[in-house]
Each structure stands twice: as C-alpha cells, then as structure tokens.
C-alpha cells in the first residue's frame, strides 16, 4: 500500500493517472441568470 500500489490514491498520484480512487476535479458550472422580460399585452 504505497506509491507503487496503483489501486491507491498515492499510487494514482505516482503513476499520474486517474480513476474511482483519484477522481479529475469536476469543471465549475457557469451560472446561468435569467433575463427579465415583460411582455406586452
């Protein structure tokens, strides 16, 4: 259970790869705001 354990996260790290145990940081959502129109009746 060490660096060269690839089913560990410090194995992850060492072998600079990702999975289930090392997840890639997940993108930010852009917030959406919504536009204000009145309609005309």
């Avoid at 996260?9 to 600079?16: E, H, Q, T």
């Avoid at 940081?25 to 309609?39: D, H, R």
């Amino acid at each position: 259970m060490g660096k060269g354990d690839i089913k560990t996260r410090r194995g992850k790290i060492s072998n600079k790869s990702y999975g289930v145990r090392r997840p890639r940081k997940a993108k930010a959502k852009p917030v959406v705001t919504k536009s204000k129109t009145k309609k005309k009746a």
